[in-house]
C-alpha cells in the first residue's frame, strides 16, 4: 500500500473549520509536512513539525502529531474559499526526500 | 517570494526531441535537489535526487538515460527529458531544502508543465 495515506476529498463550508487527516508508515520519519497545491500551480510549503512535537500552530492553521499512531492532522480555522486547493502530507526520512500521499482535495462553499 | 525556480514553466515539444528544464535555488546553495513528476490529479513521484558535483540517484523504475541530470553548480540543477514521447507529458517539479540535505524546510519550484505532441 501507499506509504503515506490521505482522504481524497473534503466538502466545508465557508467559515467553518477544515480537518485533513494523514496517516504515515515509517515511525523513523524526522518531520511530517503540509504542502498546498492550487490548479496548474507548484507547491506552497504551508508548515512542517518535528517528530518529537505533538502541536504545533501557525495562524489558522493548527498541525496534530499522534506518532504512537503515526497519525497527523491539519487544521484550518475559519477556512475560506481561498482555500480550496489540493493538501499534500509528506514525510521525510532521514537523509531522504518527502513521500507524499495522494493529496485531499479541499472544497470551500460558500 | 520563490526561493526555487523552475524555466520554463510550460513547454511543448515534438516526439523525439530533447527538452531540458532548470531548477535554481535563488539566494541559497542547494547541495542536494529533488526532482518530482506529479500526473494530473495524482501525488508527487520521486523520480531522483540531484547531487552538486557527483550523478544523481535514480528512483527505481526511472531510466537514467532518459532523464539526465547535472548538477553544475551550488544553485542550479538540470532536468533533461531525451527523445520524449508523449507518455514523458508531465508536470514536472523539483524542490531543495535550505540547510542541505538535513535542512528541514523544503521548498518547491513552481513546476514545469511538459507537452509532447
Known amino acids: 500500500g501507499e506509504d503515506v495515506e490521505q482522504s481524497l476529498f473534503l466538502s466545508v463550508r465557508e467559515g467553518d473549520s477544515s480537518v485533513i487527516n494523514c496517516t504515515y508508515t515509517?515511525?523513523?520519519?524526522?518531520?511530517l509536512y503540509w504542502y498546498k497545491q492550487e490548479p496548474g500551480a507548484g507547491l506552497q510549503l504551508l508548515t512542517y513539525?518535528?517528530?518529537?512535537?505533538d502541536m504545533k500552530q501557525d495562524q489558522r492553521l493548527t498541525v496534530l502529531l499522534n506518532k504512537k499512531d503515526k497519525h497527523l492532522s491539519l487544521r484550518i480555522a475559519d477556512t475560506q474559499t481561498g482555500d480550496s486547493a489540493i493538501y499534500f502530507c509528506?514525510?521525510?526520512?532521514?537523509?531522504?526526500?518527502?513521500?507524499f500521499g495522494k493529496g485531499t482535495t479541499l472544497s470551500v462553499s460558500s | 517570494g520563490a526561493v526555487v525556480s523552475q524555466h520554463p514553466s510550460w513547454v511543448i515539444c515534438k516526439s523525439g526531441t530533447s527538452v531540458k528544464i532548470e531548477c535554481r535555488s535563488l539566494?541559497?546553495?542547494?547541495?542536494?535537489m529533488f526532482w518530482y513528476r506529479q500526473f494530473p490529479k495524482q501525488s508527487l513521484m520521486l523520480m531522483a535526487t540531484?547531487?552538486?558535483?557527483?550523478?544523481?540517484?535514480?528512483e527505481q523504475g526511472v531510466e537514467k538515460d532518459k532523464f539526465l541530470i547535472n548538477h553544475a553548480s551550488l544553485t542550479l540543477s538540470t532536468l533533461t527529458v531525451t527523445s520524449a514521447h508523449p507518455e514523458d507529458s508531465s508536470f514536472y517539479i523539483c524542490?531543495?531544502?535550505?540547510?542541505?540535505?538535513?535542512?528541514?524546510?523544503?521548498?518547491f519550484g513552481e513546476g514545469s508543465w511538459l507537452t509532447v505532441v
Open positions: 540531484s547531487n552538486e558535483g557527483s550523478k544523481a540517484t535514480y
Open positions: 539566494d541559497f546553495q542547494a547541495t542536494t
Open positions: 524542490s531543495a531544502s535550505i540547510g542541505g540535505s538535513t535542512g528541514n524546510t523544503i521548498y
Open positions: 513539525i518535528f517528530s518529537n512535537m
Open positions: 509528506a514525510e521525510r526520512r532521514a537523509g531522504t526526500a518527502l513521500i
Open positions: 515509517d515511525s523513523s520519519s524526522t518531520y
